[in-house]
């Protein structure tokens, strides 16, 4: 069981991942320099958050054409197991390994708060450790976390059973009072179609302990690694 | 150029000669007051650390407190207030890259961004725009470098219209036996550049902060720096990577005075000096003099001392993270600052004609009439209150009273994973230090209005404010680090303020055993709509010894006794309690009177009460009492998680003699609110009466509203949802 997190210049949240597979879960974990051209031996590959590369272009935009980010595309041929976060989702959204794209925030300031998340999908690898319709508490820290795609996309989505989290309120309610960016459809995570690529906005690593205000992330993790394991 | 005649003619003196425009550009920013501390030194002497430091012969970037065996935090605080006034996103942005670059240039990695902020009304569209950029500068450079934003205080004035104060803190820790320092001991050591090329941006900033904003001051616009937090998060990667390889024998950042000021403090201090080619310097257009490359305050830049022979070692950490790393000279034995170009000598100055030469000067103050007016002022003249629940209500949505969300959600305050209390939940931030089980708490405090009325009390409640704040959360008080946002120190009643605030602030720092261990001066902050109120800001460090322990602001649950803790012979005094408060302000207009006095060794009395409770677990919320009086902190511990509270205040809790708008609204220094447990209420009377404090039960929480009985009456009685509303006030009107 090994996990890797990548680290892009301008990667900042590569130490809260790595410090929340190590110490929290107890995963043997490496960082991985975006120079790096292969992932094989890894079970798990995370894509942190931050700015990769200052982010001056499109988020994401440089990041996609890296070394590392064919070894990832490798990884998720071999059904390697790929988790992008926040800055991490931007990037598997701009290199195709997941649809649609994430934009400017509707109120267009960055925002910093713990949200709330009903799982919708307990079936995939990432999310089958929660309750179907579970509500969760996991932190945002994002300008550009809206989730944009177009209709046919998005009913493929649907369709599929592809959107992992969907914003809502602390009941578990639909409703653009809670929906902290204006995504469409309040989609904050989604998975590819072979169903091992996932990526949202929100920063489940920084949930993973209870001094933090939450630990409901760790279920994701422990998902995809104790699927792994079994 | 911000010389004076005779400043000139000493300097021709010490040079035996004229000196070149490069040698006259380099006095100037060194000899200003921002580099050259030329007006403040004198008085800066009552700190003493600072005055031990001199002795010693240097103060360094930023203090260091130790954590553990192991561990120290670094902490400095640095105003960008010009900058900001002229260019509010960039000048925010740079005030924040610049002082965290002080903290990792010590080999600390950044874990904290604090900032203290001055606007005029936010009525005023002018001082919105100036509001809503230096926090959208803030939230830019600070959420991009990975390096939370934990707290803040934010306050709105008139006397701040034309001339708003951002200060910048950061915080980090260092292994103790890798602490960096800026010195450049060893001659034949590189000179290496590290970091952006050196552009025409911000040439003689520290000129510009070291005079009066004016009419013309937007014109001053290109000589604010313009930040790229992307490099910044690089450099301090790279820094810190490079400092592991032992080859790093000292450096310094590139800030006020950049490459002038980084060649001429570290040679001055080790005794030594540099020969430097700025030929090699790498620059961001074609011909720039020697004049501007030396002067220019390009931003994400650093000097370093290298080992003779591990240049290579040190390229190499630079080159992995794609950054410049160029040796552009060597130290020199000779106590000189030689820079050529194209090997011609440009400029040859002994480094400690830049530093320790510069004039000291000893001002004049004189006590302005306002001060003598204010002394006299009586509060008959103002009628006590009949409606409390409109006074409280007007009180949580005046601008600096009301909630800050709107700003904190701006600013990642979580990343780094440590951020235990959050913004808006206790009296200071909370940050657990990963692999130990110990906590710091952070806050940064200040009040103009107070400073302004009485400096010295206003001095002493600056730091006794923020001592209680932490210890509030549970954590000792260990160190200050201060900035001094003053006017024009030349003018007597200016330089009046400035003296009694530090006085204020060395008394109580040393009352507390909290040492100011780093700081900044900042004068000249004016603008034609006259002087800013004297306003130190005062960073504070405390330390929790088990981060399980920490104490929140509001109240958790219902069924908790709420008490009052002050010292054991304190009464409320109507002249005193509302003298310069912001309720006079807010409900009165009035501003007037001075802050009530108090004392230091009872207030260091509360503090260590706190944090004993707090570590025998007795305190359920703990939450100080300031700006607003009782109300308000009632009001605030009750909107934080919703809990409200019904209060009788007793005879005993309140003199009834004393009017209604004191009791209730007035300021006084050493008391905080707690909620405990009901069956804890005898364990905390035993603990107060060891610190010579009392604890009067005022009541229980729970409910969604607040009400307060006074001599058998009810005088406020107010749903949570109409005191929530007015908390937010500022934020939803920030929000449209």
Known sequence: MRAAVVVFPGSNCDADAFYALRDELGVQTDYIWHAETDLRGYDLVVIPGGFSYGDYLRCGAIARFSPVMRAVQAHADRGGFVMGICNGFQILCESGLLPGALVRNEGMKFACKPVYLRVENTQSVFTRGYQPQQVIQIPIAHGEGRYVCDEPTLQQLREENRILFRYCSPEGDLSEDWNPNGSVDFIAGVLNERGNVMGMMPHPERACNRGLGSADGCRLFESALGVLVG | ?736
């Open chain 2, 1 to 736: 150029m911000g010389l004076n005649d005779a400043e000139y003619e000493r300097i021709c003196e010490l040079m035996k000669r004229e000196p070149t425009d490069t040698e006259l550009g380099m006095f100037a920013v060194m000899w200003s007051e921002h580099c050259g501390y030329k007006y403040s030194r004198p008085v800066l002497q009552l700190f003493k650390k600072y005055r031990e430091a001199m002795e010693a012969g240097g103060f360094e970037n930023a203090g260091v407190i130790p954590l553990n065996e192991q561990f120290g935090i670094a902490m400095k605080v640095e105003s960008h207030n010009h900058p900001s006034a002229v260019e509010p996103h960039q000048g925010a942005a740079t005030g924040v890259g610049g002082i965290i670059r002080d903290i990792f240039t010590m080999g600390a990695r950044p874990i904290a961004i604090l900032n203290s902020l001055r606007f005029g009304p936010p009525t005023d569209p002018r001082n919105r725009y100036l509001f809503e950029h230096v926090v959208e500068g803030i939230s830019h450079y600070g959420n991009c470098i990975g390096v939370p934003t934990v707290a803040g205080e934010i306050y709105f004035h008139p006397r701040y219209s034309g001339n708003p104060l951002v200060n910048a803190m950061a915080v980090g820790i260092a292994p103790l036996n890798q602490l960096m320092l800026a010195r450049a001991d060893e001659p034949g050591s590189a000179v290496i550049y590290v970091g952006s090329g050196t552009g025409r941006d911000g040439i003689h900033g520290a000129t510009f902060a070291s005079e009066a904003l004016g009419e013309d001051s937007e014109e001053k616009r290109p000589n604010v720096q313009i930040g790229d937090p992307f490099m910044e998060k690089l450099l301090i990667e790279a820094t810190l990577e490079a400092i592991q390889t032992g080859a790093v024998l000292g450096l310094q950042d590139m800030g006020a005075a950049g490459l002038t000021c980084t060649t001429c403090e570290p040679t001055a201090k080790s005794g030594t000096g540099v020969d430097i080619e700025v030929n090699q310097v790498p620059t961001r257009e074609p011909g720039m003099s020697a004049y501007e490359i030396m002067l220019s305050e390009s931003q994400e830049r650093m000097l370093l001392y290298v080992k003779a022979g591990e240049e290579h070692q040190v390229e190499a950490v630079y080159k992995k993270w794609g950054l410049n790393a160029v040796t552009i000279g060597r130290v020199i034995a000779e106590n000189v600052v030689r820079v050529r170009q194209n090997g011609e000598i440009v400029a040859e100055i002994p480094a400690t004609y830049l530093t320790n030469e510069c004039p000291t000067y000893y001002l004049d103050t004189e006590e302005p009439d306002y001060i003598r007016a204010a002394r006299e002022f009586k509060m008959d003249a103002i009628p006590d209150l009949d409606d409390a629940n409109q006074a409280l209500l007007k009180m949580l949505s005046s601008p600096n009273i009301a909630s800050k969300r709107w700003v904190y959600d701006q600013y990642d305050w979580l990343v780094q994973t440590q951020t235990v209390l959050p913004p808006g939940e206790g009296d200071a931030a909370v940050l657990k230090i990963r692999g130990t089980e110990k906590g710091i708490a952070l806050k940064i405090d200040g009040n103009g209005r107070y400073c302004y009325f009485d400096p010295v009390t206003g001095g002493q409640i600056a730091v006794a404010e923020a001592a209680r704040n932490v210890a509030c959360t549970g954590a000792m008080p260990r160190a200050v680090t201060d900035c001094l946002n003053f006017g024009n120190p030349t003018k007597p009643h200016v330089f009046y303020q400035f003296k009694g605030c530090v006085e204020g602030i060395a008394q109580a720092s040393e009352a507390f055993d909290t040492p100011v261990i780093s700081g900044n001066v900042s004068f000249y902050n004016e603008s034609e709509l006259g002087e800013v109120f004297p306003t130190p800001t005062i960073g504070m460090l405390g330390i929790l010894e088990q981060v399980e322990n920490r104490v929140g602001a509001g109240f958790p649950e219902s069924q908790l006794t709420v008490v009052l803790i002050q010292p054991a012979a304190f009464a409320v005094n109507t002249q005193q309690g509302l003298g310069a408060s912001e309720y006079l302000a807010v409900v009165h207009q009035v501003e007037n009177g001075q802050p009530a006095p108090f004392l230091l060794a009872e207030e260091r009395n509360l503090h260590h009460f706190l944090v004993k409770a707090a570590e025998q677990r007795l305190l359920r919320s703990a939450h100080d009492l300031s700006d607003g009086g009782l109300a308000v902190a009632l009001a605030e511990s009750a909107i934080i998680y919703g809990v409200g509270a019904d209060i009788v205040l007793t005879e005993q809790a309140a003199d009834w003699t004393e009017r209604r708008d004191a009791i209730l609204f007035g300021e006084f220094q050493t008391r905080v609110l707690l909620s405990v447990e009901t069956g804890h209420l005898d364990k905390i009377k035993t603990l107060v009466s060891e610190y010579g404090l009392q604890a009067i039960p005022l009541g229980t929480t729970g409910g969604d509203s607040l009400t307060v009985r006074l001599q058998g009456r009810t005088v406020m009685d107010l749903p949570l949802s109409e005191c929530r509303k007015a908390y937010q006030s500022l934020s939803d009107a920030m929000s449209k």
